[in-house]
């Protein structure tokens, strides 16, 4: 089942404001994914981090590994129309399994 | 460039139908999956494969098979499609080992209305 806790579940900001957003879970993870779904479409690969403490950008957003490996963060700076869709933090359990377990995403909307 | 794609971005079915989702990836991927997408709960595991004819069921695969006869395609199948899967199916693909450093790859999505 979903051990991943997504917050927060939906913003609505204005056009040049900063987003931060987060994922924690109870259990570690090794891998932490953010991925961006547009509207209708399928979800696309943002940040991938796989060290603790490791920090990573891509353009405008920023995204953090947590030092207990429990938790990660993204950050959007400056905000634009185009940033609008459903944001989602992702990573493996240490299961063996290799498939990813996701958060219940956070849609973002932004306010031109 | 991965290229996921799924057959089709809408379908509406009847209760009872036996319905096919279909997914092809072109970068000889091992790993498949189909995932379910319902607001507020992310998307959720049906079933992976791993390999032709190879294939583990996920966290919700009631209701639901799968076939993977040739490496490149994947199908969901409904083997009796209920209102209560009306829902996003996603599908999504991965390359074996260290190297796929766990990214998945996935198709623009099937938007299913069973009515």
């Known amino acids: 089942g979903q051990q991943l806790n997504q917050s927060p579940q939906s913003m609505f900001i204005q056009e040049g404001e900063d987003v931060s957003m987060n994922c924690t879970s109870s259990?570690?993870?090794?891998?932490w994914l953010w991925y961006k779904q547009d509207p209708g479409e399928g979800p696309v690969l943002l940040i991938a981090?796989?060290?603790?403490?490791e920090l990573t950008s891509n353009g405008r957003l920023t995204a953090q590994f947590g030092i207990t490996r429990k938790d990660s963060f993204l950050n959007i700076s400056a905000s634009i129309p185009s940033d609008v869709g459903i944001y989602f933090c992702?990573?493996?359990?240490?299961?063996?399994?290799?498939?990813?377990?996701f958060g219940s995403g956070t849609r973002l909307q932004v306010q031109p | 460039d991965v290229k996921v794609t799924q057959s089709s971005r809408y379908l509406v079915k009847r209760t009872g139908e036996k319905v096919f989702l279909e997914c092809v990836q072109d970068?000889?991927?091992?790993?498949m999956f189909w995932y379910r997408q319902d607001p507020g709960l992310g998307l959720r595991l049906i079933y992976f494969?791993?390999?032709?004819?190879?294939?583990e069921k996920g966290d919700i695969p009631e209701g639901y098979s799968v076939s993977r006869e040739k490496k490149e395609r994947f199908s969901l199948i409904l083997e009796s499609a209920s209102t209560n899967q009306t829902s996003m199916y996603l599908c999504?693909?991965?390359?074996?080992?260290?190297?796929?450093?766990?990214?998945?790859?996935f198709g623009a999505g099937t938007r299913l209305s069973v009515l």
């Open positions: 999504a693909s991965r390359t074996q080992g260290v190297l796929a450093k766990n990214i998945q790859y």
């Open positions: 259990s570690i993870f090794n891998t």
């Open positions: 981090l796989y060290k603790a403490g």
């Open positions: 992702a990573g493996p359990l240490n299961t063996g399994r290799r498939a990813l377990t």
């Open positions: 970068m000889d991927h091992e790993n």
């Open positions: 494969s791993y390999d032709v004819k190879m294939k």
